[in-house]
């Protein structure tokens, strides 16, 4: 019997360590990590049309419109690298994406496997935030307070100069935050509905127990699969 792919979603507001996570779970589980976030910087970097479009809405620290989002994610899980399971991180974060990707999920004859939300309080939240840097060429992500690099400034994986995204603004960070609540949030009574939805608590906690905590809950949805036929 083929085992069914393992496609997840990671859910979290801004700075509950969605980023952190996807690094360890993607090569664990052999998932395509797919973080739309990511892929709008590179466009904003590249100067694209795409990027022209949704620079304004990522530095006032509100959504890109859903048009945009949508086809990205379109086009990104008809490429053939995501058929043995992906992980979206950063996507849905609205019900209208969050009913696009069940439609075009149902289109390949897919569904989501599992929802994963990463619930952290929001005091830590702003915190964290502004304790975040990132590597500016292989954009591993690190916290000046649970995990410093080994030299200020530095990449410890490539030697890449750190830097502070332009969101992580404390301003932009408390406008982003308000934003999860209105737009985001609420997509955990959807999966909820849906009876696919896990929660994993990531306050006070560093990266590796949270990790613990979501190795087991994968590791028993990809067992659940592995009786259904694929
Ligand atoms: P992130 O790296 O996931 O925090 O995303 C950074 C910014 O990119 C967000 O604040 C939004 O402006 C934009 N963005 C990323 N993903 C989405 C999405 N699914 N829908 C709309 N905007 C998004």
Redesign the pocket.
Known sequence: MALRPLDIVLLGA?GSG??TQSARIAPAFCLTHI???????AAVAAGSALGVA?RE??K???????G??IRI?RERLSEPDTAAGFML??????LD?AVALDEMLAEADRQLTLVLLIDVPDRELVQRLADRRTCSDCKRGYNLVFEPPKVPSVCDACGGELYQ?D?DDEAIVRH?LE?YVRQTAPLSGYYRAKGILATVYGGGRNPDQVYGDIKQVLTAARRQGASQPA
């Open positions: 801004p969605k980023g973080s739309t976030g990511e892929i709008l910087r949704a809405s990522m006032t620290g509100e959504l890109a419109p859903d945009i989002v994610i991180d950063g996507f849905p974060r609205t994406q995204r969101d982003r934003v």
